[in-house]
T-cell receptor, first 115, second 111 residues
Framework: NAGVTQTPKFQVLKTGQSMTLQCAQDMNHNSMYWYRQDPGMGLRLIYYSASEGTTDKGEVPNGYNVSRLNKREFSLRLESAAPSQTSVYFC??????????????FGQGTRLTVV | GENVEQHPSTLSVQEGDSAVIKCTYSDSASNYFPWYKQELGKGPQLIIDIRSNVGEKKDQRIAVTLNKTAKHFSLHITETQPEDSAVYFCAAKSAGNMLTFGGGTRLMVKP
């Protein structure tokens, strides 16, 4: 079972460059999420998509955009990367809605460094 | 909004000993408390969760306790093994809101 698949696994960007992180899930889940993980700060929600065609801001959305391409895919875009966006990014999905108390399944993460 | 504090940030134990990780939360409306384990190079994975209508839940060597009055919950791992070494995250959630994670605890089990 693939579960949640993220690409790429590692990326180095120069300040000002743009890139898109890709995420796909094969569990037929309605809800998908993008988190960033920084030392000592746990996982913070960037954006989420409750269902195909909808996206909403999370706790730390500034500097990011997202696209829910279809039910399987949810991408995260950095239009002009900044050193403060150096982090590990995780995509996740859940079968129920984002406001339901249910398990979230995470991808393996993308380690992004902005120099 | 919800704020979750997690302690300690690092924990080192001898194999076979017990490990306890504690979390406090601020929103008294929170009613769902999952724990995630993150192994090196992998994404977090749910290991156990508890809902506010119970005070304790066990799954083999893992247990979670919840004290709603004090707004804190804890993860207990007994008879620790090297494969328990990982980063553990607690989280809290209330109905209609998103999951809020603690800062994480790096557990090291020494053989």
């Amino acid at each position: 079972n693939a579960g949640v698949t993220q690409t790429p696994k590692f990326q180095v960007l120069k300040t000002g460059q743009s890139m898109t992180l890709q995420c796909a899930q094969d569990m037929n889940h309605n809800s998908m999420y993008w988190y960033r993980q920084d030392p000592g700060m746990g996982l913070r929600l960037i954006y989420y998509s409750a269902s195909e065609g909808t996206t909403d801001k999370g706790e730390v959305p500034n500097g990011y955009n997202v696209s829910r391409l279809n039910k399987r895919e949810f991408s995260l875009r950095l239009e002009s990367a900044a050193p403060s966006q150096t982090s590990v990014y995780f995509c996740a999905s859940s079968g129920a809605g984002p406001f339901v108390n249910t398990e979230a399944f995470f991808g393996q993460g993308t380690r992004l460094t902005v120099v | 909004g919800e704020n979750v504090e997690q302690h300690p940030s690092t924990l080192s134990v001898q194999e076979g000993d017990s490990a306890v990780i504690k979390c406090t939360y601020s929103d008294s409306a929170s009613n769902y408390f999952p724990w995630y384990k993150q192994e090196l190079g992998k994404g977090p994975q749910l290991i156990i969760d508890i809902r506010s209508n119970v005070g304790e839940k066990k799954d083999q060597r893992i247990a979670v306790t919840l004290n709603k009055t004090a707004k804190h919950f804890s993860l207990h791992i007994t008879e620790t093994q090297p494969e328990d070494s990982a980063v553990y995250f607690c989280a809290a959630k209330s109905a209609g809101n998103m999951l809020t994670f603690g800062g994480g605890t790096r557990l090291m089990v020494k053989p």
